[in-house]
């Protein structure tokens, strides 16, 4: 009886949600707009390293999404107009307790605000084979993505640390971006390029939306090349994340450039010009990528075993890792009857270049262990705990290893 009660309310309350969204973006019968809704609270926790062992905090992060069909909703052909604002709360886990490079929770901010991290227009061409995007854009949502990943929490599995330190438009900032995307007719190639501001958001006031250009901001570029030869679709932005939960289809090989007009200073408070600057040097890197499905389980073909492995590299007189790489597996329905749960192992190990070490007295490198466990309770509630374990927190050698665990809660209407 409480389990029907409990039924009953749930899906009450759920439907109240639903009929708010359908009247407050005026869903019509052809669906020419979606709508979403992500809440995703956060409970995590040191186990051991550190003086501040069994120090816990919290931290929550809110997403809205609205996609929207021009050509049904104005009659321009081929458009879709898209929209995310985000907002964060909570504490700074990573930067009081732990001080790893790569991060162990992908929500955490430096400053907790409320701000768009999209807004932008796309015109398809060509039977859809080629695409033109212009607005406010973050190149982590097509760039540098491997699907398999996307299920742990820790950062470097979304946008890796050997591009996201040189501080491109990746959440939580986006930034004035043009983005031009071929698909071969049989969707077995794709080609993608970027062109956004170098300096997203403004440094100096980190609280909003905020484009500012100029200031020798320059711009960053980007390409990306990709062998897809099992991808039967390409999804859309808004809902990559859906798409990639509902297939366990996994094919993909790419490898990618970025280079920044401005060039940055050099680390080494040796390396300096006749006026006792210190000197500029090129700030460009390269990446690879790759994932698959492993295993397919005989009657469940939605089920399997999948892995990744992603590297980069970035100029290591200016940055503090030369190269980082990832590897992990994940399997989908690996428990009988938990046919859409998820269970993930990865590790990440970032190597600080010879620059760094000399002028900080750093280790070499960082290693990061995560084991998650992504239980779908029904359709729009999510329970995951994750354990994880930092070898050489920010390659301080004074910083003691960490166990970290926590558990994340996503509701999603």
Sequence with gaps: MAIWLFQSLQNKILAKIKALLNGAFMFTENHSQRASFFFTPLVIALLAGTANA????????????????????????????????????????????????????????????????????????????????????????EFYVTDTSSVFTQTPYGMANDLGQAGPPIYPVGALALRVKYTSPGQNFYLQSAVTDGVPGDPNNPHGTHIKLGNGDGTLSIVEFGYTPQLNEQPSESTQQDVREESESFNKTAIGFWNYTARADDQDPANIDAFGNPLRRPNRGAYFLAERTLMIEKDHPSQGLSGFVRFGVANKDIHQADWTGSLGLRYRGLIDGRDDDIAAVGVTVSHAGEPYRRTNASLSSETSVEATYRAQVNPWLALQPTLQYVQHPGMNPVTMNVWVVGVRIEAAF
């Design 54 to 141: 069994a120090d816990a905090a919290w931290m929550g992060y809110t997403d809205a999404r609205i996609t929207m069909d021009m050509e049904k909703l104005l009659n321009w052909n081929a458009t879709t107009v898209f929209f995310q604002y985000h907002s964060e709360l909570g504490s700074k886990f990573n930067r009081d307790y732990v001080g790893s490079f790569v991060g162990v929770n992908n929500i955490e901010v430096g400053t907790n605000t409320a701000q768009f991290l999209h807004a932008w227009l796309q015109k398809n061409f060509s039977d859809n084979s080629l695409s033109v995007l212009a607005g406010l854009y973050a190149i982590d949502s």
